[in-house]
C-alpha cells in the first residue's frame, strides 16, 4: 500500500469522508512536487537604469575649424562669415570676417602690413575719437608677447566711410620675430560686447603654422 494513504485511513476514522478529498489530493507520486510559479518583485518592473557619463571640462567648439593665415592658425567658429577682399585690400588684409550672429556691422580683420608695433597702435588710436579712457592689456598669443588695446568713441574706419559714434574697436598686436600680425575687431559698442568672448577664444587658439 502506499504510504500515502495510510494517514487517510487515520482521517477516516477521526472525521468519517469528509476529508476524503484532501487525502487524495495529498497523495501523489513519491518524490515530485507541484511547480511553485516564479515571485514577481518591484525590480522587475523597474527601467534599466541609465550609465552615468562624466561630463568633460574641455570646452568643445561645435563645428568649428582650424585655418591659417599668413603664419598663424586660428579656430574659427562655424557662425563666423569670410568675406571677400577688395582688390585694394589685397596684399594688405590676410583675412576679414563678419559675425552676423552678434550684428550686421561688427567685423574682424588680420593682417601682416609692415610697420613697427608702435606706430600701428599709433595708427589705430588715431581712428577713435575717444569717449572713455583706453584699456590696455598684455597677453600671450602662439607663445609670443602681445598687446590688447580696446577703445571706445567716434570711429572713422576709413575707406571712404563717413566717422561713427558709438563704436568699439578691440585691437591686437603679437609680436612674431620676424614681423608683427594685427588683429583688428570693430563694430557698435553693443555688437562687438555679444562677439567679444569668441574673439578672445580665437586669440587663444592661436598657434604657428
Not at 522587475?44 to 568649428?64: I, L
Amino acid at each position: 500500500m502506499p504510504d500515502c494513504l495510510r494517514p487517510v485511513r487515520i482521517l477516516l476514522l477521526l472525521v468519517g469522508g469528509t476529508v476524503i478529498s484532501t487525502a487524495t489530493i495529498g497523495c501523489a507520486e513519491s518524490g515530485s512536487e507541484a511547480p511553485v510559479p516564479p515571485v514577481k518583485t518591484a525590480t522587475d518592473d523597474a527601467p534599466p537604469e541609465e550609465e552615468h557619463v562624466a561630463a568633460s571640462d574641455t570646452p568643445v567648439v561645435a563645428d568649428s575649424e582650424r585655418q591659417g593665415f599668413d603664419g598663424l592658425e586660428f579656430v574659427v567658429p562655424s557662425n563666423w562669415e569670410k568675406v571677400a577682399l577688395s582688390q585694394f585690400q589685397m596684399g594688405i588684409i590676410s583675412a576679414k570676417f563678419q559675425m552676423p550672429d552678434a550684428g550686421p556691422d561688427v567685423t574682424l580683420t588680420l593682417s601682416r602690413s609692415g610697420g613697427g608695433i608702435e606706430a600701428n597702435l599709433d595708427r589705430w588710436r588715431g581712428q577713435v575719437e575717444a569717449s572713455r579712457d583706453e584699456v590696455t592689456e598684455t597677453l600671450q598669443v602662439a607663445k609670443a608677447d602681445a598687446t590688447l588695446i580696446d577703445m571706445e568713441g567716434r570711429f572713422a574706419a576709413g575707406f571712404g566711410r563717413e566717422p561713427e559714434d558709438g563704436w568699439r574697436m578691440i585691437g591686437v598686436v603679437v609680436n612674431l620675430p620676424d614681423q608683427g600680425y594685427f588683429l583688428k575687431l570693430t563694430g557698435p559698442v553693443d555688437q562687438v560686447k555679444k562677439v567679444e568672448p569668441e574673439f578672445r577664444e580665437f586669440i587663444k587658439s592661436a598657434t604657428r603654422e
